[in-house]
Structure formats: C-alpha cells, structure tokens
C-alpha cells in the first residue's frame, strides 16, 4: 500500500488525477485508476524495499520488480479495467501502465519509474 500510495503522488505531480484505488472484482485487481489528458489509465504497480536504487547502467543481480509484470498479471488488469470501463461508461481510451517502486530501507527514500501502455 505504501508503494501505491507514492506511485499515486508520483503521477498527481505528473498531470494525472486518481479516480479509484484498489478496486477487486472476479477477474482481478486495479492498483490505481487515474486519469490524464481524456485517457483512462490502470496502473499496475510493484514495489520492492531495496538497499540501493537501480542505476540506468546497473547489470547486476538485483531484483527488478518489473519481473511481476508478466503477461498473465498484465491480462488480468486489462479485463478488470474492461469492467471498470463498462461499469463506469467510460467512453474514452483507455489503457494499462505500470509503476515500478523502490523504497531504499536506510532512509525511506522512494525511486518511481511510471511504464506507460504495457499492453
């Protein structure tokens, strides 16, 4: 929840506004619905606790939370979002992003990385 609850501040101060949070049906779970430019966006996001951040040239053995993306998550929040999109009568586009959070343990500091149509 803490990962999410940065991820929301992180895209509030990209433009976005949040709509819903955590919102559990049947086929799934929806992290973050926000909204942005006419364009409804699902945001799937992971988080992971870390002793440093990734570095853009980092080769090294840390885990990358991105590996949860995988296609059958992905799946999952592109039919919960068709539901939402159908509850809501959303009449916009729409689409599924995800949201890699680090939290570094010795300071609490946060590293976002916003993955834009990962579908």
Known sequence: MLGESIAAEYLK??????????????????DLIAEKEDT?????????????????????????????????????VARTGEWYVLEKEWEGDWQVDGCLVWLRRRDGQALVRYLPQIV
Not at 15 to 29: L, P
Not at 45 to 64: N, W
Request: proline fraction near 4%; glycine fraction near 6%.
């Open 13 to 30: 101060r990209h433009g976005f506004s949040i709509r819903d949070r955590n919102i559990t049906r049947k086929t799934g779970e929806l």
């Open 40 to 76: 409804l966006h699902f945001i799937e996001v992971k988080t992971i606790l870390a002793d440093e951040f990734p570095r853009d040239d980092d080769t090294g053995d840390d885990y990358d939370p991105s590996l949860n993306l995988h296609e059958a998550k992905i799946r999952k």
